[in-house]
C-alpha cells in the first residue's frame, strides 16, 4: 500500500506561529499597550459577543456581558500563563463571566413569580 506524502508539519507550524503572535499581543497588552489590547478585542469581540448572546435575554445584556468579559480579561492580564494557549482561558473567563450573570439573574426570576 503506497502512502501519500502529506505536509503534517506545516499546518501545525502555521498555527503555532499564529498561537505566537496571539501570545505576544497578550503580553504587549499586559505591559500596558493599548493598541495591543484593542487588537485582542477586535480579534475575539465576534466570539465573546456570541456566546454572550447564547446567556443573555436580550442584546444590551449581551453587549454589557461582553463588555464585563473583556473587563474582567483586562484585571486578569498579569495572570496569563504565556506558555499556554490563550483562547482557552480567554473562553474561562467568557464562561465564567456569563455563569455568574445568570446566577445573579436567577433569584430576581425566582422573586418575580413568587
Not at 502555521?14 to 478585542?41: C, K, P, T
Not at 490563550?86 to 464562561?95: D, G, K, Q, V
Request: charged residues 30%.
Amino acid at each position: 500500500m503506497a502512502t501519500v506524502g502529506l505536509p503534517l508539519v506545516e499546518p501545525y507550524a502555521e498555527a503555532n506561529a499564529e498561537e505566537e503572535g496571539i501570545r505576544r499581543r497578550v503580553v504587549e497588552a499586559r505591559d500596558g499597550s493599548a493598541d495591543a489590547f484593542e487588537w485582542l478585542m477586535r480579534r475575539y469581540g465576534p466570539l465573546v459577543g456570541s456566546l454572550a448572546r447564547g446567556w443573555a435575554s436580550s442584546p444590551a445584556d449581551a453587549e454589557d456581558l461582553s463588555q464585563d468579559v473583556f473587563l474582567k480579561l483586562f484585571r486578569a492580564l498579569d495572570r496569563y500563563d504565556a506558555a499556554r494557549p490563550f483562547l482557552p482561558w480567554l473562553y474561562e473567563i467568557a464562561r465564567n463571566t456569563c455563569l455568574d450573570h445568570a446566577r445573579r439573574r436567577r433569584p430576581l426570576a425566582l422573586a418575580l413569580e413568587a
